[in-house]
T-cell receptor, first 120, second 110 residues
Framework: QVQLQESGPGLVKPSETLSLTCTVS????????WAWIRQPPGKGLEWIGD???????NYNPYLRSRATMSVDTSKNEFSLKVTSMTTADTAVYYC??????????????WSQGTLVTVSS | QSVLTQPPSASGTPGQRVTISCSGS????????VHWYRQLPGTAPTLLIY???QRPSGVPDRFSGSKSGTSASLAISGLRPEDEAEYYC???????????FGGGTKLTVL
């Protein structure tokens, strides 16, 4: 069974950039779309964006171009950067697999999530 | 304010059947599949129903999904204490060009 594991800091200062990496194990990153989703404490789920192995990306417009995703197929991992972090970005960040076609397929595998707190 | 609308809470007693609704629009539920996720406290969401009514392997047939027009429903029969969790619906939105979620429904087993 494919597993996903994020890595990155749990604490980010306001105005700084968040960098997270999601490593795919027990399977290949190829041929699938991969997504980042976040969940503020006590709130619902918010899609951040998705990326294909080719590097093609699609972002939530409400993040107003602060998010950038990249993929490294040689390392079987993909990454997320979010600039100009504020306290409103405090959330549990998840990476997930979204199948062969995000318009049709569900997020079928999720990471355990990492809490990112924005605080000085 | 979530794009998909779910009731914030639902409840039932062991053995009962409960349903959770998810309302959207023609740009999401009305034009593509709906998926459902379950989130136990302190854990990541897991896929429960995909493509309106399909169950991933390992999900018991007590869980079923349906869709009509711009609304979808998740039904849980033979309610068990371990079904107590938060349930989310999700669908691709053609206006956002990305998936949107419901606000979640907290299911309590009385």
């Amino acid at each position: 069974q494919v597993q996903l594991q994020e890595s990155g800091p749990g604490l980010v200062k306001p105005s700084e950039t968040l960098s997270l990496t999601c490593t795919v194990s027990r399977g290949s990153i190829s041929n699938y779309y991969w997504a980042w989703i976040r969940q503020p404490p006590g709130k619902g789920l918010e899609w951040i964006g998705d990326i294909y192995m080719s590097g093609s990306t699609n972002y939530n417009p409400y993040l107003r171009s602060r998010a950038t995703m990249s993929v490294d197929t040689s390392k079987n991992e993909f990454s997320l950067k979010v600039t100009s972090m504020t306290t409103a970005d405090t959330a549990v960040y998840y990476c997930a697999r979204c199948g062969f076609n995000p318009r049709l397929d569900a997020l079928d595998i999720w990471s355990q999530g990492t809490l990112v707190t924005v605080s000085s | 304010q979530s794009v998909l609308t779910q009731p914030p809470s639902a409840s039932g007693t062991p053995g009962q059947r409960v349903t959770i609704s998810c309302s959207g629009s023609t740009s999401n539920i009305g034009s593509t599949y709906v998926h459902w996720y379950r989130q136990l406290p302190g854990t990541a969401p897991t896929l429960l129903i995909y493509r309106d009514h399909q169950r991933p392997s390992g999900v018991p047939d007590r869980f079923s999904g349906s869709k009509s027009g711009t609304s979808a429903s998740l039904a849980i029969s033979g309610l068990r204490p371990e079904d107590e969790a938060e349930y989310y619906c999700e669908a691709w939105d053609g206006s956002l060009h990305g998936p949107v979620f419901g606000g979640g429904t907290k299911l309590t087993v009385l």
